[in-house]
């Protein structure tokens, strides 16, 4: 079935650090990916999405290449701030039901960032 | 804010009982669908509705049940409640159905703690 696996965190790192937090799938024909964010206390925000191989979806400095052939889509930030701290989630739309459309998770990723 | 609305934000009930999350969608959408948060398990998804019709199912128990309603929000309800039913459950929305690419907008969600 369907599956998303990331790396496992904790992630610390120093504020203006790089940043990659690994993601790989397995998925049936071609979903679409997805990185959601949650900072603490709050709900999932969307950060980037790309929907065929290839793609880079990108938004508030992260970046993330949909990589068909590793099936991949890791997500990277040059300079990363203390306000990025929160748990990444990496996730893809599950395209085996015919008649609607969910999301499949990955475990998350915990970034703390320090100054 | 996304947009999507849950209440209650917090809530704590005794095993065996029933309880009942409520969420309205973002303004047009037509999906919602509800996941389970939980330590052990992460992102599960639950349930999705379209326009009022069950369109997916995930790993939601039998004990649980939801239902869309014409306003388009939407209730999950819980009951015979165990310890292990205490999570944190999101609502999300979309606009569509059945769309690869589909954008889906979390609520904050509703902390439930069984006792």
């Known amino acids: 079935g369907n599956s998303v696996t990331q790396m496992e965190g904790p992630v610390t790192l120093s504020e203006e650090a790089f940043l990659t937090i690994n993601c790989t799938y397995t998925?049936?024909?071609?979903?679409?990916l997805f990185w959601y964010v949650q900072y603490p206390g709050e709900g999932l925000q969307l950060l980037l999405k790309a929907t065929k191989a290839d793609d880079k979806g990108s938004n508030k400095g992260f970046e993330a290449t949909y990589r068909k052939e590793t099936t991949s889509f890791h997500l990277e930030k040059g300079s990363v701030q203390v306000s990025d701290s929160a748990v990444y989630f990496c996730?893809?739309?599950?395209?085996?039901?015919?008649?609607?459309?969910?999301?499949?998770f990955g475990k998350g990723t915990t970034l703390s960032v320090s100054s | 804010d996304s947009g999507v609305t849950q209440t209650p934000k917090h809530l704590i009930t005794a095993t065996g009982q029933r309880v009942t999350l409520r969420c309205s969608p973002r303004?047009?959408?037509?999906?919602v669908y509800w996941y389970q948060q939980s330590l052990d398990q992460g992102l599960q998804f639950l349930i999705q509705?379209?326009?009022?019709?069950?369109?997916a199912k995930g790993n939601i128990l039998e004990r649980f049940s939801a239902q869309q309603f014409p306003d388009l929000h939407s209730e999950l309800n819980l009951s015979s409640l165990e310890l292990g039913d205490s999570a944190l459950y999101f609502c999300?929305?979309?606009?569509?159905?059945?769309?690869?690419?589909?954008?889906?907008?979390f609520g904050e969600g509703s902390w439930l703690t069984v006792v």
């Open positions: 999300a929305s979309s606009v569509a159905g059945q769309h690869s690419g589909n954008t889906i907008y």
């Open positions: 509705y379209y326009n009022g019709e069950e369109r």
């Open positions: 303004s047009g959408d037509l999906s």
């Open positions: 998925a049936t024909g071609y979903p679409s």
């Open positions: 996730a893809l739309s599950d395209l085996t039901n015919q008649a609607g459309t969910a999301l499949i």
